[in-house]
């Protein structure tokens, strides 16, 4: 009997080590994450994936930092705080070039949001019609598309400095306004003005598609833990995923990250947003792309735009810079 | 169908259905009238306190805005120091109440000591004090802020999108900012942007004061349509009417929302989107800045006396007709209920139940008239039907006595054919038919001799019993009167004495009478007033037997017959007959006539006297088809044989 039980126990301890040792494998690692700005539904497939436990799911225990006008991604990333961000490709080209060692690992969205809109009422209804008027820019990073587009059509056209409300353009301070199509677009059409009253220019329809968000870590992160960067970049397109599917309970949940941040929102904005980036990225099923990829034409013709503009000196290597490819 | 269905339920049908549809329009117009009344009350009263509202409002931003219109002014026409425009600006904000801060913010390099950009701003803190900042100094550029970008792009003045300030503690802010200019070596340029900063809670005060009823509100929306005032405050500085309409997907909502920030205004019904109640909403503009102010008027609570009028009118309209109901079930019960007695009655007494008990009805209205009429009727049938078995018994008396008497005077007629069957000579056949039982024609036939056949056919004026008797006595006197030896005129002459002779009936026979010689053909005869006979004559040929003159008998006591003779050959046939075969009448009251009757003997071929006679007979009826046979028909035939 003795003989029996002590073998029996010594089969019971072999087991608690080995199945102890094989927990200890399967440690969740500990990883932050920024967006650009606020928790609205331009992040929302990040956030779902957060929700719907995905992450943990691929071993990331994920911290999420709320993004927004006081915190810069791209700082947060350099100084080691944040481990992944996700930043437009135009930042991200910018700060390789500057020497800032980030790789990225998906390009999210594969089609530029950033459009110009004209009101009809204005007589705008072709490029040529923006000769001699005032066009409202944003900051350097959203002008490139604008000028190469000014450049395109041989425009002539008076810069007005645009701030983040569309006032001016509602007011008619302004011929023609920049903006995002998930975002400004929209706000323009709930302030009482129709679509078929607006004449839209999408860079993308004009040869001048630079995509927008993609998801960043630093080089160093990335060849510390390869697998854990391509973990993380799957589980944000399938949390995107989850959040096409489920638009509902993805718009309760961007409302409700959005009002723990005091920030005033819409659903119906949010619904538009969550749309938008829809199809932004996934713009065409039938092309074959996988999902988070980013091409060489799309990276050179951000990289050369930057360039041409004086925002960089020298292109950084397009294998180097994107380490990407989800399989 | 209805037709089948019973007074009651007519009467329930029509006049209920009369009344139901003279009630409901009446009811329907006095909804209709009243319901338009108080539509046309509350716009009236919806457009004063609109307009009210927007005055009230405009009244305190006009006030407010001549503040900054003012400092313009003074910044174009006069000259200052740094320190003197300070100190106006601080007074400026610390003596007037309504103004919260105000800033005179300059382009670049316009502001004189060199600076680039320059812009003093002295606000009220928390507690009241002065406080200034220099808003040149902020990290973001104040010429790109709507307050300042857009006057200074459309050089005019206007009210700002009220914003949340987040330095004073959540209050809803509106500026007004006026460009104001520089006159510069000969050309006019923009220096800079004056502003007013004031707190929109007073807007709040003065809409969210508007009560309408009980759930009546107002709400304000700015020029891109976002909510100011709305008692949901989560609409308020957040959403836009558009982005709720959007949310609603309620295409109306935004075409009024278009229709609001375009500084139209108007009375329009509208679902309220905190109640969800009918509203009619009120909404007209604010000239200095642009804003709509619309009120909500709920319908069902302005229309709540109108409606329990309509309830109350309805309830009554409803318990009148049930009420109505009651009372024509009651009266058709009381009409139909002995009238089904009565139909009873009728008909116990339609087969035949004289002694059947009829209801007594009380009512003297028609239903009683009606119960007294069957009552009449049944006692009058009663005693028409007593008579009427009476008579009916009389008469079949009489029937059964004529019966026999038209036996008796048939039985006085030769009536067996052929009547001398062993008298190769000739063959006779006769025949009679009354028109009623007993009839005034005769005929008869007899020998006087063995050569001598006497014959005759007579017609008594009149017909039935009178007729028949003097028919019997005529063929009497004639059997008693023919004997051998005598001429046939002066039988006639002697029977029409003695009919004559006692006569106070005025009644007479016509005759005729031959006697033929069965040996020779020689036919004397005498004609007392009777149609002629015919001769058919062995080719076919007809001939009329001459008239003798003679007058009808029992009409002159001495007249005098005559006879005459003609002779009838070998197959020659004599037809006697009576009017009762020329004067058959048809359908049309046309008579047979001789014409028909000779045509119908021409046609008969070669025929036996009684198929002569049968003949003739079946014409007749065919003729006279169905119409009753009016006078006695007697035909007499002999065919001589040689």
Redesign the interface.
């Known amino acids: 009997m003795t003989k029996h039980r002590i073998f029996l126990m010594a089969a019971v301890f072999l087991f608690c080590i080995a199945s102890h040792a094989w927990a200890a494998e399967k440690t969740l690692e500990k990883v932050s994450f920024i967006p650009q700005w606020v928790p609205q539904a331009q992040f929302a497939g990040y956030y779902m994936a957060y929700e719907k436990g995905i992450y943990e799911r691929y071993g990331i225990d994920l911290t999420i930092i709320p993004g927004g006008p006081e915190k810069s991604p791209s700082d947060l990333l350099e100084k080691g705080t944040a481990d992944f961000a996700t930043l437009w490709l135009t930042t991200g080209i910018q700060l390789r070039a500057k020497g800032v060692p980030v790789v990225n690992i998906a390009q999210m969205l594969k089609r530029s949001a950033l459009m110009l809109i004209a009101k009809k009422s204005s007589g705008i209804e072709r490029p040529e019609d923006m000769n001699g008027r005032k066009v409202g820019l944003w900051g350097p990073v959203f002008q490139i598309q604008p000028r190469s587009f000014f450049k395109k059509y041989g425009l002539e056209v008076r810069e007005i400095p645009q701030s983040y409300s569309v006032n001016l353009f509602l007011r008619d301070g302004v011929d023609v306004a920049s903006a995002m199509w998930y975002n400004e677009y929209h706000t323009i059409l709930s302030s009482g003005i129709n679509s078929d009253e607006l004449t839209t220019f999408f860079f993308h329809e004009h040869g001048l598609n630079f995509p927008e968000d993609g998801i960043y870590v630093l080089e160093e992160t990335y060849r510390r833990n390869p697998e854990l960067c391509r973990s993380f970049a799957k589980a944000s397109l399938e949390g995107w995923q989850y959040a096409f599917d489920h638009p509902e309970e993805t718009i309760a949940v961007v409302m409700r990250n959005l009002e723990r941040e005091h920030i005033p929102a819409t659903a119906v904005h949010q619904k538009w947003m969550l749309d938008r980036m829809k199809d932004l990225m996934l713009p065409d099923a039938s092309s074959g792309e996988s999902p988070g990829s980013l091409s060489p034409e799309d990276y050179y013709r951000v990289a050369m735009g930057l360039k041409a503009n004086g925002l960089i000196d020298e292109i950084p290597g397009f294998t180097s810079f994107y380490l990407g490819g989800v399989k | 169908m209805i037709h089948r269905r019973g007074i009651a339920f007519k009467l329930i049908v029509f006049i209920l259905a009369g009344v139901s549809i003279t009630f409901l329009a009446i009811f329907g117009y006095n909804y209709l009238y009243s319901r338009n009344l108080i539509v046309k009350y509350v716009e009236e009263n919806a457009k004063n306190l609109a307009g009210r509202t927007v005055s009230q409002i405009d009244e305190v931003l006009s006030s407010v805005a001549k503040v900054p219109q003012n400092i313009a002014y003074f910044l174009e026409n006069a000259s200052y120091t740094d320190e003197e425009l300070n100190n106006f600006l601080r007074s400026v904000v610390r003596d007037n109440d309504d103004i919260y801060g105000a800033t005179i913010a300059f382009e670049p390099y316009m502001f004189g000591s060199g600076r680039e950009r320059y812009a003093p701003y002295f606000y009220k803190d928390g507690t009241g004090q002065i406080q200034f900042s220099d808003l040149a100094e902020e990290a973001y550029s104040y010429?790109?802020?709507?307050w300042y970008?857009?006057p200074?792009?459309?050089e005019r003045s206007?009210w700002?999108?009220p914003y949340f300030d987040e330095g004073g503690g959540n209050i809803v802010m509106s500026t007004y900012s006026v460009p104001f200019y520089r006159v510069e070596a000969g050309k006019r340029r923009l220096a800079g942007i004056v502003t007013a900063d004031i707190s929109l809670s007073w807007l709040q005060q003065i809409v969210e004061s508007i009560k309408i009823a009980k759930t009546g509100y107002g709400f304000v929306i700015t020029?891109?349509?976002?909510f100011v005032v709305h008692p949901d405050k989560k609409l308020v500085?957040?959403?836009?009417?558009?982005?709720?309409a959007?949310?609603r997907n309620d295409k109306g909502l935004?075409e009024l929302?278009?229709d609001m920030?375009h500084g139209k205004s108007g009375f329009v019904p509208f679902r309220s989107t905190v109640t969800e109640k009918m509203c009619w909403m009120v909404y007209a503009p604010s000239r200095s800045s642009g804003w709509s102010v619309a009120v909500l008027f709920p319908q069902d609570e302005l229309m709540a006396d109108v409606t329990h009028m309509n309830r109350t009118v309805l309830i009554i309209g409803i318990a009148g007709i049930l009420f109505l109901f009651a009372v024509i079930v009651l009266i058709a019960r009381t009409i139909t209920r002995p009238l089904r007695l009565l139909a009873g009655a009728a008909r116990t007494i339609a087969t035949g139940d004289l002694d059947g008990h009829i209801p007594s009805v009380t009512a003297r209205d028609e239903v009683g008239e009606l119960a007294d009429s069957l009552e009449y009727m049944k006692v009058s049938l009663k005693k028409y039907i007593e008579d009427l078995t009476e008579a009916t018994a009389a008469r079949e008396r009489i029937e059964s006595e004529l019966q026999v008497a038209h036996d008796i005077q048939m039985g006085i007629l030769p009536k067996v054919f052929p009547a001398f069957p062993d008298m190769p000579e000739f063959d006779l056949y006769a025949m009679l038919q009354p028109a009623k039982e007993v009839g005034g024609d005769l005929y008869d036939f007899f020998f006087l001799d063995d050569d001598h056949l006497c014959f005759l056919v007579g017609d008594v004026s009149g017909k039935g019993v009178p007729a028949s008797l003097f028919m019997a006595i005529t063929k009497t006197l004639i059997k008693t009167k023919a004997t051998k030896g005598l001429g046939p005129e002066v039988i006639l002459g002697s029977v029409n004495q003695d009919l004559s002779m006692d006569n106070p009936s005025l009644m007479f026979v016509t005759v005729f009478l031959g006697i033929l010689n069965i040996r020779t053909g020689r036919l004397a005869y005498c004609n007392g007033g009777h149609n002629p006979p015919y001769i058919i004559r062995a080719g076919g040929a007809l001939e009329t037997i001459e008239t003798t003159g003679g007058m009808a008998l029992g009409v002159m006591e001495d007249f005098s017959y005559q006879s005459k003779t003609v002779t009838i050959r070998k197959n020659d046939s004599i037809l006697l007959f009576t009017d009762g075969v020329t004067e058959a009448m048809n359908e049309r009251h046309e008579l047979f006539s001789e014409k028909r009757l000779e045509e119908v003997l021409i046609t008969l071929e070669e025929p036996s006297v009684e198929e002569l006679i049968q003949g003739i007979l079946k014409k007749v009826f065919e003729y006279c088809h169905d119409v009753e046979q009016t006078d006695d028909i007697t035909m007499l035939a002999i065919r001589f044989n040689g």
């Open positions: 010429l790109n802020s709507d970008q857009i200074r792009e459309l206007l700002s999108e020029k891109n349509g976002t500085m957040n959403e836009t009417i558009f982005c709720l959007e949310g935004r929302g278009r920030i």
